[in-house]
């Protein structure tokens, strides 16, 4: 009898699989209804996607007014895009590619797990997050992002460039050539780029615009458009480009392309991670300046449980030393409480606070988004004339003037204090060493430290949009497909968008060319690496001010 019961619930048991697989068309040879869609259905997509971003993006009213870009003014451009998709991958790419015009790291389509994913946005929110997320499923939502940043057919070629120019003091200067000497001979380390294939080396970046797999950052000194690593087109068998040598000279040459694969991707911040001083993967630990400096690398801010003792044994290590660098460079960001909970509250010795601003669209849409992190907070709300106020004579033309607007909510004062938790009560200097790369939870760090006077910040300008709350998300009506944004507008403490502004380290250091050109020389001959100021320009003047107010 017990063995017919089990037999009778293992029939059951198959007979629902069965059932849905054939629902969601695995067996059927059906696709589901989320797939393939009619060229209608993804226009209607566009449109709600479209209509929701026009009335409750935060910035794209900066992005016109700083990087001279109105978005809203492609819309037709953007509609015969998807029109012009065969396919569904074709369709997600150009959502994709659409979104990426906006030039926003919190503007993207979004998987259902992972950094930034549905699944986490929903977890650790209420309301808003949890619905947008029903409308969906693990299923469609991966498969649409999966799509969306798939490699394209050209993407694909296996074809290396002859060079690799990054952006240093603002200009792009050759850093390394591929191995073959035709390139070499063309080309040199030092160089600085002038024109490629006869286009103003500044236009051509700000052509790059959307295209490729990063977004073009912004560098608040200069006010222009940049890339990290100069892409280069990838067509044809060589490339026409105009150098400058060492003396200012310039000169136009053809360079061939490499003939055979080389590493051609800039390996800059250094990583440590993975020596035998790291406790893991994402941190890095370890004693400089002749043992009275401690030093940690954290590569995340995503790992908060996983990382918190492991910090602690540190943190509890170095307690009598009389300074302690924090390098955060090259960390994308993660969530908050990780540096609130397991940095701040660890070394602090009292309350620790500043104020940041906030604001957002008046757009229905991200009017849940927002009150539903209002709810659990205290924020002062101020008039735009208050605020103006408050800013003072000195300060008020930082404020971005389309916050003003009555497309904005009034402002807040965003007052955040980190009170001391399991505290070593840190008596020694802070440093905290940023670059271009810090963004979001990394650059709201960077910026707490800024404002609260917690660290001397080092290094150059963050990326930014780490004054915020968890990016608001919409799931388009017929694909499922789910992006996030950016749910409000953030200000610096000096009133100042996260956005255009990003954070300004106390300390400005860019990297030398010299060192950058040393660092490659020394990681090819030796492989791992442990901190050293020697090729290092940032770490370098972080320990001379560190050892300077020691001795």
């Known amino acids: 009898m017990g063995v017919c019961l089990s037999r009778i619930k293992l029939i059951y048991a198959l007979s629902l699989l069965l059932m849905v697989l054939v629902a969601g068309g695995l067996l059927s040879g059906c696709d589901p209804e989320w797939k393939n869609l009619t060229p209608e259905q993804k226009l209607e997509d566009f449109h709600y996607l479209f209509s929701v971003l026009e009335d409750n993006h935060p910035y794209l009213a900066l992005k016109t007014r700083v990087e001279g870009y109105d978005w809203l003014s492609h819309r037709e ?65 991966d498969y ?26 603002g200009r792009y200067v050759v850093v390394a050539t591929a191995p073959e000497e035709a390139i070499r001979q063309c080309v040199r380390p030092g160089m600085v780029v002038l024109e490629i294939e006869g286009v103003p080396i500044q236009d051509y970046v700000d052509g790059q615009r959307g295209l490729g797999t990063s977004r073009l950052l912004y560098d608040p000194v200069r006010k222009q458009l940049y890339q990290r690593q100069l892409t280069l087109p990838l067509e044809g068998e060589f490339l026409r480009v105009t150098l400058a040598d060492e003396a200012g000279r310039s000169t136009e040459v053809t360079v061939p392309y490499a003939k055979s694969a080389w590493d051609w991707v800039f390996p800059w911040p250094p990583k440590y991670a993975g020596n035998p001083g790291s406790p893991n993967q994402n941190l890095y630990t370890d004693v400089l300046g002749d043992g009275k400096v401690g030093y940690v690398r954290i590569s995340s801010f995503l790992s908060v449980e996983q990382d918190a003792s492991a910090l602690h044994r540190f943190f509890e290590s170095i307690r009598d030393l009389p300074a302690l660098i924090i390098d955060i460079r090259g960390n994308g960001g993660g969530k908050s409480i990780y540096w609130e909970q397991n940095i701040v509250a660890r070394l602090a010795t009292g309350p620790v606070e500043c104020n940041f601003y906030l604001t957002w669209r008046s757009g229905e849409y991200v009017q849940p988004f927002v009150q539903a992190k209002l709810s659990s907070m205290r924020l002062q709300e101020l008039s735009k004339s208050a605020f103006v106020e408050r800013a003072g004579p000195q300060l008020a033309g930082n404020i971005p003037p389309e916050i003003l607007t009555s497309e904005y909510a009034e402002p807040r004062v965003y007052r955040y204090v980190v009170t001391p938790r399991d505290s070593i009560n840190y008596q020694g200097r802070i440093f905290v060493l940023v670059d271009d790369l810090c963004f979001s939870a990394a650059d709201g760090f960077a910026a707490f430290c800024k404002g609260s006077g917690f660290a001397t910040v080092v290094g150059t300008w963050t990326r930014g949009d780490g004054i915020a709350f968890t990016p608001a998300i919409v799931t388009l009506p017929n694909s499922g497909m789910v992006v996030r944004f950016p749910s409000v507008f953030g200000l610096n403490p000096d009133f100042s968008a996260s956005e255009e502004a990003h954070t300004s380290p106390d300390v400005m250091v860019e990297p030398s060319l010299e060192d950058i050109l040393e660092y490659l020389a020394t990681r090819d001959s030796s492989g791992e690496l442990r901190p050293d100021p020697s090729f290092d320009t940032q770490l370098r003047t972080c320990l001379t001010l560190a050892l300077s107010e020691i001795n």
């Open 144 to 169: 649409w992002y999966r799509l969306a940043y798939q490699a394209s057919d050209g993407e694909k070629q296996n074809r290396c460039p002859p060079f690799i120019a990054i952006y240093n003091d």
């Open 77 to 141: 451009e953007f509609e015969q895009a998807v029109r012009d998709s065969s396919d569904d991958k074709s369709f997600a790419q150009a959502i994709a590619g659409i979104l990426k015009q906006i030039n926003n790291g919190h503007t993207n389509v979004v998987p259902w797990t992972g950094a930034g994913g549905i699944r986490d946005m929903a977890d650790w929110n209420k309301g808003p997050w949890k619905t947008a997320a029903k409308q969906t499923s693990a299923a469609r939502a």
